[in-house]
């Protein structure tokens, strides 16, 4: 996308006049319905938390069942080793979750994707380039000690993969480095390398310990970091192409706009059906 | 009441706790009503920061950090994203095309 120029941001008090910038209230339930459906809400939050309160002093199982096997994890961060060990395939799925996203955002409308550099000089933005200049390397550094320290404090292939993303996009939508995209196969290959890493560790673990990712004696701990590793950098290159290459908010048929020009394409189109299926 | 293992307890710390809850459903609120979107975007992350906190205070530090790196960081951003989008849309759709470049927008070339 291009990089936003000064004047394009449009001002709080002008976000009236353009339709598809304001929240349209018209189609909203009756004030009853909210205020029941609100009500609901609140009373269900407050039960919760007199739970919470009122609810007594019981041993929680979980924290007890995980400390007792943390040894065999493998890490000594008790979420990591659920999430990575004792439930590794739990991570599997959420990281394929990632993958279908991008497939999906990937198959829609390519003809009308926007990337690429834009056509003539980019305005030069030095408070952003400075901002780059200090964000992107601590991003960098932070995000490879996130992932390393992930076995034993907070941290994690997610959180790390997310601050790389963030460098990413800082480093993509100000124009400085040229945007990558599908067409690349390196990009592709990083999207898909966090599944098609973590299945191929599953299967080869298959017939060493009887398991699908299973990880045999001794082994659990070069092999959660490995796999964290392939994680934060699909998870990074996932996050930095969901801002990049994504299609233009379609429009169904510009002929619609003779019919409605309040600026909801949707609707328009709705409205449209309804004006066919009337005789 | 169950506390946190970690708890260091004190009356400044519960002022804290309290903080953060008014301040949850107060932005959560302002956000859900206000109209103009691009203030219910950027309320959208002080809400995900706020809640980052709030994840801090009740003991689970791993899922601040996503909430503050993806909740407001990743989403946050990508709103912005779609809002310039949404923006350009509508300024095209307005009659205030780029008499270079016609309705195509300012990628197409001339």
């Known amino acids: 996308m291009t990089p936003p120029r000064p004047g394009d941001t449009p001002r709080i008090d002008e976000a009236d006049a353009r339709p598809l910038l304001v929240d349209d209230t018209s189609r909203d339930a009756s004030p009853l319905l909210r205020l029941l459906l609100g009500l609901l809400a609140g009373a269900t939050a407050v039960g919760i938390g007199l739970v919470g309160v009122v609810g007594g002093d019981r041993p929680a199982l979980l924290p007890l069942l995980v400390a007792d096997h943390l040894e065999e994890s493998g890490v000594s961060n008790p979420v990591t080793a659920v999430l990575l060990n ?31 550099r834009p056509s003539g000089e980019p305005e030069a933005q030095p408070v952003l380039e400075a901002l780059i200049r200090v964000a992107v390397p601590v991003a960098l ?23 790389l993303a963030g460098g990413g996009v800082l480093l993509t939508v100000s124009g400085l480095v040229r945007p990558p995209t599908a067409a690349s196969a390196t990009v592709r290959a990083f999207v898909a390398g966090g599944v098609a890493g973590f299945v191929l560790a599953g299967l080869v673990l298959l017939p060493i310990t009887g398991a699908f990712l299973a990880y045999p004696e001794g082994w659990a701990y070069p092999m959660i970091v490995a796999i964290e590793v392939l994680l934060t950098l699909s998870i990074a290159v996932v ?11 379609p429009d169904p048929d510009p002929s619609l706009d003779a019919l409605d020009s309040s600026g909801d394409p949707l609707g328009r189109a709705l409205a449209a059906a309804e004006r066919e299926d009337r005789p | ?13 519960s002022l804290l706790d309290l903080a953060v809850a008014v301040l949850l459903v107060a932005l959560a609120a302002r ?5 103009n979107l691009f203030e219910a975007i950027v309320l959208f992350i002080a809400y995900g920061l706020t809640l980052s906190l709030a994840w801090v205070q009740v003991g689970a530090p791993n899922i601040a950090l996503a909430e503050a790196a993806l909740g407001a960081g990743v989403t946050g ?6 809002f310039q989008r949404l923006a350009e849309r509508s300024r095209e759709g307005s009659g205030m095309v780029d008499p270079e470049h016609g309705d195509r927008g300012p990628e197409a070339g001339p």
Do not use: C, K
């Open chain 1, 141 to 163: 550094v932070t995000s490879v000690y996130l992932t390393w320290v992930g076995s034993t404090e907070p941290g994690g292939a997610f959180q790390a993969g997310a601050l």
């Open chain 2, 31 to 35: 956000l859900l009503h206000t109209r």
């Open chain 2, 77 to 82: 951003a990508l709103f912005l994203n779609t």
């Open chain 1, 86 to 116: 004792f439930r590794g395939y739990d991570t599997l799925l959420e990281i394929a979750v990632l993958l279908a996203a991008m497939a999906a955002v990937w198959s829609l409308d390519r003809g009308s994707r926007q990337f690429g």
């Open chain 1, 239 to 249: 996050l930095v192409e969901l801002f990049v290459d994504v299609p233009a908010v």
């Open chain 2, 1 to 13: 009441m169950t506390l946190p293992p970690d708890f260091a307890g004190g009356w400044m710390v």
